[in-house]
């Protein structure tokens, strides 16, 4: 080991003395500026019309809906029992709300090399470590059934895509990829806590291809948690690589062959509990593939079941245009994203509420395996322009969630498929340099879920039905552990003047073991707030921002508020939500989570001077000691704490200075990071 004064690295003694085991966190040259410009000189709705840019910064803003008639009662009572009560979901984590990269675009938003990371996907991640105590990211989706690993790819290239062949009915072209890019998925889960789904391809049983398994099991070790065996196999007819015919037998025994052709594999040691599937996408019913055993017939294997679901598609406008016919208008849509309904007809798919379907979650439990959605968002083909991108899908984003968690989904992922979808968590693209990401209103949905949840992996969520089940004001509370801890509350009317803000005003009582009344003298709560559902850009999480598209580097800006409410004298508390908002209620400090996430140490692009030196040494210091402890704690420090706070540098100065290098010397065991 170095001696600790040693902190400090140039780019010369890193490139010297750690060849070998280096990351560079890599900003781009500003390729955004003249997009960057177009969207902000587009805030009328003229220049929206004639917007022509990528569909991920897209001004175009919808009109909220007006105020419901007849409107929610606007304050009413929920009695809370401070004991468990019946109905609880099974305990759930903070990583339930997970991303989900489509296979194409993952150089694009997590980098180019295995040894250049974003620094901004990097700094998201370790804002949802930091709340809900790991991350889960699924790569995968449509392209993954054509990608192929080869051992290595022209000038170091990690990704190349094919020339597109016509036969094959995807759009994207299929993706050649080296282990380098696990091994970049490796470097992330050595930055933080993030497990990894992947997928083995399936386009083709007559010729698998294993080698992301093989070389996955290797190099991610026991941050591989699972493999997809097909994407969608349900609409594999329609692609064309499977005969019209094809049915959930057909894929069963598709499962089967990969399965086999594992376990035959010496270079791929672990199949037990390492395999996902169906993964429909609703074509089929969940039930045809249940019917046809294809769980006891390859339970050992099983690592989850999974599902993909969009609620609506935009295909029809994505392939021919928004005018053409059947196009869906995305203001039409609009309400149908705005209620509690709307995730509660997703989850019910997969409950016992519907004919056709029978207790998908209760018979995954059943077998013991979790019951995940591998694959979502507001709408399959990009989306709609207005609403997927706007601050009303962070709403029902985190509605949605919470619902398939009441459900007892133990997972569920919101997709990112590009800077032509309008859904996007954060798009990937080029325009990642220093504070020019675009952080989507969805992101702030999964730090809301991740929150809500926390970090012992034992929290439990009921769906109050308050309000009398109205669908515009939804409302759960979390058991952590068994303790009553948190309550989630939205209200998902828009209403300028005031009036449909609405107060509830709870009490905690002794629940069925008869407690004393367990009311606090004072509660905490965090807003998630924006002035409209149709707002694109001004949300605020407990009053911190990652400001309109085009502009952030993955951590919120501001200072972050968190409300305390005094509770009345007859043991009520009344919370108010603005009409609309969310409202994250913490009734109790639990050991070892916190409420305040100000202090989240993310991976700063700032310029710092050491304490030795005078001049800027445009370098970033991270405690080796934390290093050591870094992978699996949460609210870890990845920047030293007594220069993160340094000041940030301005996008001029980024111009001169593009490149943000963060050097791992594993060996050493110390970080740095430099421009
Ligand atoms: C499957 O994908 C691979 C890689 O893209 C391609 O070479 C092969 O032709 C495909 N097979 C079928 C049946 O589509
Ligand atoms: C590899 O890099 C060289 C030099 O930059 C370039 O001329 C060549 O086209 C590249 N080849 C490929 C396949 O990208
Ligand atoms: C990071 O990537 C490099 C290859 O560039 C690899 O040698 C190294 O083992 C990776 N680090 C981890 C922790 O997996
Ligand atoms: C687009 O238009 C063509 C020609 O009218 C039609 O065949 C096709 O189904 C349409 N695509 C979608 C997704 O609606
Ligand atoms: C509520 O959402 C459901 C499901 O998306 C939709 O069918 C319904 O029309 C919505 N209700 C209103 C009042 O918009
Ligand atoms: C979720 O699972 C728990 C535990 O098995 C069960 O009590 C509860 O009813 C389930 N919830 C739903 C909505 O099915
Ligand atoms: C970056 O994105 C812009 C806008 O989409 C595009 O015009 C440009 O060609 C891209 N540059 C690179 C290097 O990909
Ligand atoms: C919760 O689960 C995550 C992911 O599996 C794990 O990394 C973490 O250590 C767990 N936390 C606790 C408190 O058990
Ligand atoms: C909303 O955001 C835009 C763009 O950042 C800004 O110009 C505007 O002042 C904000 N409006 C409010 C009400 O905060
Ligand atoms: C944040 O708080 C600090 C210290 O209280 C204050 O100086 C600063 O102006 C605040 N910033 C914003 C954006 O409100
Ligand atoms: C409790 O006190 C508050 C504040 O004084 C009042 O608004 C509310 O109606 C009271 N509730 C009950 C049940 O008496």
Same mark, same amino acid.
């Given at each position: 080991m170095r001696p600790s004064h040693f902190f400090f690295f140039t780019v010369l003694q890193l490139g010297a003395s750690v060849a070998r085991a280096s990351v560079t966190v890599y900003g781009q040259q500003r390729f955004g500026d003249q997009l960057k410009s177009l969207v902000s000189s587009t805030t009328s709705s003229a220049a929206a019309a004639s917007y022509t840019g990528s569909a991920a910064y897209n001004p175009t803003v919808l009109n909220a809906p007006p105020v419901p008639n007849p409107p929610p009662p606007t304050k009413f009572f929920q009695q809370l029992s401070s004991a468990p009560v019946p109905g609880l979901s099974i305990p759930q984590s903070g990583n339930f709300y997970g991303l989900s990269v489509e296979f194409s675009v993952a150089n694009q938003l997590i980098n180019m090399y295995s040894t250049r990371l974003a620094v901004p996907f990097l700094n998201s991640l370790a804002n949802l470590q930091a709340r809900g105590g790991s991350v889960r990211v699924r790569v995968g989706g449509n392209t993954q059934d054509y990608a192929t690993m080869v051992p290595s790819l022209p000038n170091g290239t990690m990704f190349l895509k094919e020339t597109l062949d016509p036969a094959v009915s995807t759009t994207t072209p299929p993706v050649l990829f080296t282990p380098d890019f696990l091994y970049m998925l490796a470097n992330i889960s050595a930055l933080v806590n993030v497990e990894w789904y992947l997928g083995i391809p399936l386009n083709d049983t007559s010729n698998l291809r294993l080698q992301i398994a093989e070389a996955a099991e290797s190099i991610l070790g026991d941050k591989l948690i699972g493999f997809q065996? !097909? /994407?969608?196999?349900?609409e594999y007819a329609e692609h064309g690589h499977r005969p019209l015919t094809y049915g959930p037998a057909d894929y069963s025994a598709d499962f089967g062959t990969v399965d086999a052709a594992l376990r035959a594999d010496p270079n791929v040691p672990v199949v037990n509990k390492k395999l996902i599937g169906p993964s429909l996408s609703g074509r089929w019913q969940p039930q045809e593939v249940w019917d046809v055993n294809f769980i006891p017939d390859h339970l050992p294997s099983l690592a989850a079941l999974s599902m993909q679901f969009y609620p609506e598609n935009n295909c029809v406008a994505q392939t021919n245009g928004s005018n053409a016919p059947g196009a869906v208008n995305p203001q039409d849509v609009f309400p149908t994203y705005l209620n509690h309904t709307s995730g509660q007809a997703i989850a019910a798919k997969y409950l016992n509420r519907r004919v056709m379907t029978t207790f998908s979650t209760v018979l995954a439990q059943t077998f013991n395996l979790p019951f995940i959605m591998l694959e979502t968002n507001s709408a399959s083909c990009g989306g709609f322009v207005g609403v997927s991108n706007s601050f009303g899908s962070a709403l029902w984003a985190l509605d949605y969630g919470l619902q398939l968690a009441y459900s007892n989904f133990s997972n569920a992922f919101l997709h990112i498929g590009g800077? !032509?979808? $309008? $859904? /996007?968590v954060p798009p990937p693209g080029n325009q990642t340099s220093f504070r020019e990401w675009t952080v989507g209103p969805v992101f702030y949905s999964i730090m809301g879920v991740a929150e809500t949840f926390g970090n012992s992996n034992k929290s439990r969520i009921i769906d109050l039905q308050m309000n009398g089940n109205n669908e515009f004001t939804p409302g759960y509370a979390v058991y952590d552990g068994d303790v009553l801890a948190r309550l989630a509350l939205f209200n998902y009317v828009t209403d300028p003047s005031g009036a449909s803000e609405i107060t509830v005003s709870f009490a905690i009582g002794g629940g069925a073991t008869g407690q004393a009344n367990g009311t606090p003298a004072q509660v905490k709560v965090k807003y998630l707030l924006a002035p409209s559902v149709s707002s694109l850009n001004n949300i605020t999480w407990a009053g911190q921002t990652f400001g309109p598209s085009l502009s952030s580097d993955g951590r919120p800006t501001g200072n972050e508020t968190i409300q305390t409410v005094t509770c009345n004298t007859n043991n009520t508390c009344d919370v108010t939500i603005p009409a609309p908002g969310f409202a994250l209620v913490f009734l109790t400090d639990i050991p070892g989570d916190s409420e305040s996430f100000d202090a989240v140490e993310t991976f700063s692009t700032t310029t710092l001077r050491s304490k030795t030196q005078t001049q800027s040494t445009a370098t970033v210091v991270v405690n080796p000691s934390v290093l050591a402890t870094a992978n699996g704690q949460p609210g870890t420090n990845f920047v030293d704490a007594s220069t993160s706070k340094g000041k940030a540098k301005t996008a001029a100065a980024v111009q001169f200075l593009p490149h943000l290098t963060v050097a791992i010397c594993v060996a050493l065991g110390v970080v740095s990071m430099m421009w």
């Open positions: 065996v !097909g /994407n969608e196999p349900d800077q !032509g979808e $309008y $859904y /996007n």
